[in-house]
């Protein structure tokens, strides 16, 4: 569905977006994350077709971006992080306007009116906009993005504004859409993501540093172990510290289990200490009641690389294939070209 190749955006002397390139299947929820000012909302409105790209291109359903301008918007809907709304009509009179300005070819009554349902929208169609909540508002927003049943639905924080209740549906829904359409969803929530999406791209510096699975990305904790042991730990820390490829061991102040001692293991990259334990612990007589991996977590996955952690770069470069250029060179690059990470006009 979706084909984004080496795509650059420079602002003056302001390199915004870096040869940027991954793809979209017809289907599935791809997050989008980074910090403020890493490149992704100019990286949206190019695929969208808002904003131009000074290189590379963009490809939706077959048609280019910039050479068949029509033919690849016809298949994205867009949501902003602000929803392009005319505050003084009604939600009905908002969406009649669109679906025409579309030039969408189903029945339009019919049509506005499953799309009303389908973001909660129904019950206030008579109200002008301008009167209903941000909430409302903003699901106002992602019907007329929805208008048409495109391809692919892009949205920019789609969940500001909204109230818990109102959060959870429209993950709901998101989840629904990506089971028939390409989504790409951006969010500064990092649960959020990791409820919704099938996959995360990380951009940082306008360079892309992660393209890859939630499940690969825990996996950056693999180095990890959580070992849960009968008994008292404080004995057994000089013993565990003594593995060879050990690099740290924490006894935990509290334990999952009554009578037992919890630790936080970290190994040497590429070794596995889960033998040597079970030989040390079975030798010193105390039953392990728990020895499982970490794992990490997505908000911890996200802070390591955009931190230039050089052994999660790694670890997602060998994985997936992503642009997983060392922060130094994305530094020195940046320097030459004068970007300091920022947007700018891109906002």
Known sequence: MVSVQSVTKIYGSRRVVDNISFTLG????????????????????????????????????????????????????????????????????????????????????????EVCEAVGVAPVQKRIIKNLSKGFQQRVGLAQAMLGNPGLLIMDEP????????????????????????????????????AVCDRVIVINNGVLIANDTLQNLSRLGDNRLFLSVEGSGEDLLPAIRALPGLKSAKLLDRSEEQGASDFDLESESGRDLRRDLFRLLAAKDRPILALRRSGISLEDAFVRLTAGDQAALAAIAARSGAQAEAPETAGQAAAETGTDGGEGEAQ
């Open 26 to 113: 017809d289907r599935g929820v791809l997050g989008f994350l980074g910090p403020n000012g890493a490149g992704k909302s100019t990286t949206m409105n190019i695929i969208a077709g808002y904003t131009s790209s000074s290189a590379g291109s963009v490809t939706v359903n077959g048609s280019e971006i910039l050479e068949d301008p029509i033919g690849a918007k016809r298949n994205v809907g867009y949501l902003p992080e602000r929803p392009p709304l005319y505050p003084d009509m009604t939600v009905a009179a908002y969406l009649s306007f669109m679906f025409d300005l579309k030039k969408i070819g189903l029945p339009k009554k019919a049509h506005i009116a």
């Open 159 to 194: 969940t500001v504004g909204l109230d818990p209740v109102q959060i959870l549906e429209i993950r709901s829904l998101i989840r629904e859409i990506g089971k028939k359409s390409a989504v790409i969803f951006s969010s500064h929530i990092l649960q959020e993501v990791q």
